[in-house]
């Protein structure tokens, strides 16, 4: 079956996935506007193109396979791989998208997995640790049974909160028995307000900086502040804010809620 074809001034990509509700494969028109091809002109360099970036795809970073998905036909695989390194030759501008696109996506992946981050702390930060805890029954040495608090079994925590809120994994002694620890709540609070607070009093005018970090401590927030003027520190200074819940400030409040 062709993996392209054109019609007028498209260029139909012929993809590998199927559309579950017709069950025929999914087109996708490479001329639409949706990629900035820079100096690849050529309709098969195009296609190249956008078959060795599918990421995913049998394709990706596959030379011989995202030249055969350009329509061409080839007796064996020495053939194709001979074929397609002579074509990339043949088209040097294929090189320059492909350093751009590649570069342009390590970016926008970096951004991505830094919001997921933000967004797990910020969930981090509010964790309910009482969803960890269950009363198991336990057997004393002379065989009585009795009640306690303890940790969930590592089975019974989904995967999303195994990721979100477990530091690390380990085994007991020689029981064999799995054992996690739960991030340190307190430690991402003071992370998010550090991070807060030199985002929003960070940079001024006159060559001044304003840097300030956080830490709770014993129920009570301590902010340090450092003023900076032309990379020379001209005032240091330690606040605390005593007895938050008395103030009646629920942003405070929320932050020292275990």
Known sequence: MATTRRKSKEIIAILYEVNPKTGKPIEVNINDGSIDFGKVRDERARLFCYFYTLYGAPSYHNASESYKKTGVKCKNSQSLAKTAYDFRKKHPEIEDFIADFEEKQIKTDLK??????????????????????????????????????DLKDINEISDEDAITYINKID?????????????????????????AEKESQSGSSDGMEVETTAEIIKGNLQLKTKIIQNNKKIDDSTDYVQGARATGNTDLESLEED
């Open 171 to 195: 085994m007991k002694g020689g029981e064999g028995k799995v054992v996690y620890e739960l991030i340190d709540k307190a430690k991402v609070q003071n992370e998010i307000i550090a991070l």
């Open 112 to 149: 991505e997995a830094k919001n997921a981050i933000l967004r797990m702390k910020l969930k981090q930060a509010t964790m309910n640790p009482k969803k960890f805890l269950e009363n198991k029954t336990r057997r004393t040495r002379d065989g009585d049974e009795y009640t306690c608090l």
